[in-house]
């Protein structure tokens, strides 16, 4: 059985950190792309950051310079870091793996505000 399960999410003021966990289980992991999507209320979901099999990375504009994703293969985790938060990165955010198959998990909710 896949599961990815998200954790580290919760409020925080503007301008401050959150580091966000996606641990993966029942996947091939080291095949897979990892990525973090995240959802407002009534907007769609988006891309946020992606890593490769290989360790690439690809960040979406809005988050370029102050969110940094990474891998630990060995552990079959992906890590989102996030720095200088503002409100409008206020969402639920979700851990996605893609490759032969895709799987999202139930996401975690991260609330910008003062």
């Known amino acids: 059985q896949v599961q990815l399960v998200e954790s580290g999410g919760g409020l925080v003021q503007p301008g401050g950190s959150l580091r966000l966990s996606c641990a993966a289980s029942?996947?091939?992991?080291?095949?897979?792309?990892m990525g973090w999507y995240r959802q407002a209320p009534g907007q769609q979901r988006e891309l946020v950051a992606r890593?490769?099999?290989?360790?690439?990375?690809n960040y979406d504009d809005f988050v370029k310079g102050r969110f940094t994703i990474s891998r630990d293969n060995a552990k079959n985790t992906v890590t989102l870091q996030m720095n200088s938060l503002k409100p409008e990165d206020t969402a639920v955010y979700y851990c996605?793996?893609?490759?032969?198959?895709?799987?999202w998990g139930q996401g975690t909710q991260v609330t910008v505000s003062l």
């Open positions: 890593i490769t099999s290989g360790g690439a990375t």
């Open positions: 029942g996947i091939r992991f080291n095949f897979y792309t």
């Open positions: 996605r793996a893609s490759w032969t198959n895709v799987y």
